[in-house]
Nanobody
């Protein structure tokens, strides 16, 4: 599967952005989709995860209540709606895909090593 992110940009604190992750190839598979981010000088961290076959999403504590992950299956696209943005949300944002059983994904959605497919990233800057 190929993943292409878009929607990044520069916003002021308190603003909103919606990131998109368009998937192509093998889209008939119910993937596990994750959003990750990496700020300068920091390690990449998990932000949100969603099993496309259904179920509740997963969020890092730092974004819970502000970010929402969702899907549009007709468009083979996963979104990350980001509200109430803070300067500390500034990072390169990546989407990633994994093919895991939902029970396994529930325990490991935040583990980068479980995702073999990654997009190129989109930059988010909050000032």
């Amino acid at each position: 599967v190929q993943l292409v992110e878009s929607g990044g940009g520069s916003v002021q604190a308190g603003g909103t952005l919606r990131l998109s992750c368009a998937a192509s190839g093998r889209t008939y598979i119910k993937w596990c989709m994750g959003w990750f981010r990496q700020a300068p000088g920091k390690e990449r961290e998990a932000v949100a995860g969603l099993y496309l076959g259904g179920g509740s999403p997963y969020y890092a504590n730092s974004v819970k209540g502000r970010f929402t992950i969702s899907q549009d299956s007709a468009k083979n696209t996963v979104y990350l709606q980001m509200n109430s943005l803070k300067p500390e949300d500034t990072a390169m944002y990546y989407c990633a895909a994994a093919f895991l059983l939902p029970t396994r994904y529930a325990r490991s959605w935040y583990m980068q090593s479980d995702y073999p497919y990654w997009g190129q990233g989109t930059q988010v800057t909050v000032s």
